[in-house]
């Protein structure tokens, strides 16, 4: 009895075991079929990398990886004329002029690479200069014209049946701004040069830039228009009730030499039109500053209060205060306090292009570098910008 039911089971498991067979088998053989096609895609890849290598040998194309990187060709080609004069990499390299990278000047001067030029650019905006809240645009040509519309084009009622009478046109005012070449001269020692540590590029970026912001923060206050921009203070000023186009309004403290209290600032504030109030900054000096700080209104509030963050500006009535060394001082009839909208009131216009010429005979054993640009500046609002005269009328 025991016998037959062994074999009973037997015969039942064959068929499993036949089936589990074959399905292992099925199995690797699948398998064996998904790593040979693997191999073969491997393979072809591997051969494609080969091909693309040799492509790029061939055509002598920069290497992507960062560790083969040398550098910009216009960067190397103008380090290597500020340390030894070398000038064949930037004869040998193509005009780019969006880019500024490198040009042959009739002078002898080369364009400085984009890094010099961006740096100095960015140096200039952050100084304490009205360049910061001013209206600046880049010309290829030597002059800018500002066109300037000051008059309100006339208006009137009318009836459905009576004839329109003729009303006001306006009155264009064209405004030239001469560019003038600025200038630095920074040297350095040769051996200095030699040097591979030596960050020549930063080192001479931050001289021209530290040289253009003082004469530029100079020029756009004071300047008298000859071989330099024409400054905010050069112009005629005259007594705000008796304003006119071509001069710039005051408002007197009512006391001489001093800014008497905060009424006087509030009527700064409030002579100037309220389409500029809006975007109003007020310029001062350091030692003005420090009286103006101290001024309280009627419940003995400060009208000065700090910048809440770090970089952001003082704020007196709560309108920036941009501190510039070249106003003028608080003395007798002095105008020591500019408020108004920059933007408006005063443009600055420049060249993109910023000129390196290495003089290595002049002052040895250093080498000289003369580097320029061309720039200009002139009221283009006369009604943005307003005065704080420190005397009695």
């Given amino acids: 009895m025991s016998k037959n039911r062994v074999s009973s089971a037997s015969a039942?498991?064959?068929?499993?075991?036949?089936?589990?067979?074959?399905?292992?088998?099925g199995f690797i053989e699948d398998f064996n079929g998904f790593r040979d096609d693997i191999k073969a895609k491997l393979k072809l890849t591997e051969e494609r990398v080969i091909m693309l290598d040799r492509k790029t040998q061939i055509a002598a194309r920069p290497q992507?990886?960062?560790?083969?990187?040398?550098?910009?060709?216009?960067?190397?080609?103008?380090?290597?004329?500020?340390?030894?004069?070398?000038?064949?990499?930037?004869?040998?390299?193509?005009?780019?002029?969006?880019?500024?990278?490198?040009?042959?000047?009739?002078?002898?001067?080369?364009?400085?690479?984009?890094?010099?030029?961006?740096?100095?650019?960015?140096?200039?905006?952050?100084?304490?200069?009205?360049?910061?809240?001013?209206?600046?645009?880049?010309?290829?040509?030597?002059?800018?014209?500002?066109?300037?519309?000051?008059t309100d084009v006339g208006a009137g009622w009318a009836t459905e049946t009576d004839p329109t009478a003729e009303t006001g046109?306006?009155?264009?005012?064209?405004?030239?701004?001469?560019?003038?070449?600025?200038?630095?001269?920074?040297?350095?020692?040769?051996?200095?040069?030699d040097d591979s540590a030596f960050d020549i590029e930063s080192w001479l970026a931050g001289r021209i830039a530290d040289k253009f912001s003082r004469a530029e923060a100079a020029a756009f206050l004071n300047g008298?228009?000859?071989?330099?921009?024409?400054?905010?203070?050069t112009h005629g000023v005259v007594e705000n009730d008796s304003?006119?186009?071509?001069?710039?309004?005051?408002?007197?403290?009512?006391?001489?030499?001093?800014?008497?209290?905060?009424?006087?600032?509030?009527?700064?504030?409030?002579?100037?039109?309220?389409?500029?109030?809006?975007?109003?900054?007020?310029?001062?000096?350091?030692?003005?500053?420090?009286?103006?700080?101290?001024?309280k209104d009627g419940d003995g509030r400060f009208l000065w209060s700090d910048g809440l963050a770090a970089g952001e500006p003082a704020r007196l009535m709560g309108y920036p205060v941009l501190v510039a060394e070249d106003?003028?001082?608080?003395?007798?009839?002095?105008?020591?306090?500019?408020?108004?909208?920059?933007?408006?009131?005063?443009?600055i216009a420049e060249r993109p292009d910023l000129r390196v010429l290495r003089d290595p005979f002049s002052a040895k054993p250093h080498v000289?570098?003369?580097?320029?640009?061309?720039?200009?500046?002139?009221?283009?609002d006369f009604a943005a910008i307003k005065l704080l005269k420190f005397g009695l009328t």
């Fill in 327 to 347: 106003m003028p001082g608080v003395a007798s009839d002095s105008f020591s306090i500019a408020f108004g909208d920059f933007s408006a009131g005063y443009t």
């Fill in 12 to 25: 039942d498991a064959a068929p499993l075991i036949h089936d589990v067979t074959q399905s292992m088998a």
């Fill in 64 to 150: 992507l990886s960062a560790t083969n990187d040398a550098g910009a060709p216009h960067q190397k080609a103008f380090m290597a004329y500020l340390r030894s004069g070398e000038d064949d990499g930037l004869r040998g390299l193509q005009l780019d002029g969006k880019s500024l990278s490198s040009a042959v000047n009739s002078d002898g001067g080369y364009l400085v690479d984009p890094v010099t030029s961006e740096t100095v650019t960015s140096v200039l905006q952050a100084t304490a200069s009205i360049r910061s809240i001013a209206a600046v645009v880049t010309v290829e040509a030597t002059s800018y014209d500002v066109l300037v519309d000051h």
């Fill in 224 to 233: 008298d228009g000859i071989d330099k921009p024409t400054g905010i203070l």
């Fill in 243 to 295: 304003w006119s186009w071509g001069n710039i309004g005051y408002v007197a403290t009512g006391s001489d030499g001093d800014i008497g209290g905060g009424d006087a600032i509030v009527d700064l504030v409030y002579a100037l039109g309220a389409e500029y109030r809006a975007n109003g900054v007020f310029v001062m000096n350091s030692k003005t500053s420090g009286q103006v700080r101290k001024l």
């Fill in 368 to 380: 000289l570098f003369y580097a320029t640009k061309r720039v200009g500046g002139d009221v283009s």
């Fill in 169 to 193: 046109t306006p009155v264009i005012d064209r405004i030239t701004i001469p560019l003038h070449e600025l200038s630095a001269l920074p040297k350095a020692s040769q051996r200095l040069l």
